[in-house]
Each structure stands twice: as C-alpha cells, then as structure tokens.
C-alpha cells in the first residue's frame, strides 16, 4: 500500500486544497475565522497532549485512567488519540485524577480598532 508521500494521486489532492486554501486565505474574514479555529484546536490539542503525558509519567495505561475517572476505556483512549473535542469535564476529571488542574489563563490583549482608547478625566 503506497504511502502519502509516495502516492501521487494523493500528492495531487494535497496540492489542490494546499492552493484553493491559500486562495480562501485571502479573503481577510475567511482568514480570521480560520486562525482563530486553528487556535482553537491547537490549545484542545496541547491540553490533550499535557494529559497523556502527565497519564505517562503517573505510569497510567489508558484503561487504568478510565477506571479512575469511571469512564469506558474507548472513549479515554479516543480522547487521547483521536482527533476529538473533549468534553470540559471530562478533562477536569482526568486532570483530577492525575493530580493536576485545568487553569484558564487570559492572554496579554494589545487594543484593536474596535476598542476605544480610555478618556481623559
């Protein structure tokens, strides 16, 4: 079975969403939804990453982190290796259940065009 980087039919159908996506890039509104849903997937992305390594080093298996959190082991092991949305309590509950917690922490904020400078008193 050929590879991705070996199959060329494949090579060609990365090639075209690689230009009709830079095409769509260009339009200012298509641009800002897209970043900020790859934002969006990239912070689930690294909470999910930061949980699989802390199940790691408590020396967890995935089946043993569901029984913690009384969860079915496929969906533990979905969560952990799929592409998924996870649930928020669910990853408090894993967070939990590795001695850890779930911090939301606010960016720093430059003023937009839309803000308005603070007046003067």
């Known amino acids: 079975m050929a590879t991705a980087s070996t199959d060329p039919q494949s090579a060609q159908a990365t ?16 641009r800002a ?3 900020r ?3 969006e ?4 992305d690294s909470i999910v990453r930061t949980l699989d390594a802390l199940r790691e080093q408590h020396g967890l298996s995935k089946a043993d982190l569901a029984r913690a959190i009384d969860k079915n082991p496929a969906s ?10 996870p649930e928020l309590r669910t990853v408090v509950a894993i967070a939990e259940a590795l001695n850890a917690e779930v911090q939301i922490v606010p960016r720093k904020r ?12």
């Open 15 to 30: 090639d075209y969403h690689d230009r009709r996506l830079a095409l769509r890039l260009e339009d200012p509104a298509f």
């Open 37 to 39: 849903q790859r934002r």
């Open 41 to 44: 997937i990239d912070s689930v």
């Open 33 to 35: 939804e897209y970043e």
């Open 76 to 85: 533990v092991r979905r969560l952990l290796t799929a592409p998924v949305n």
């Open 110 to 121: 430059t003023r937009t065009k839309t803000q308005k400078a603070p007046q003067a008193a």
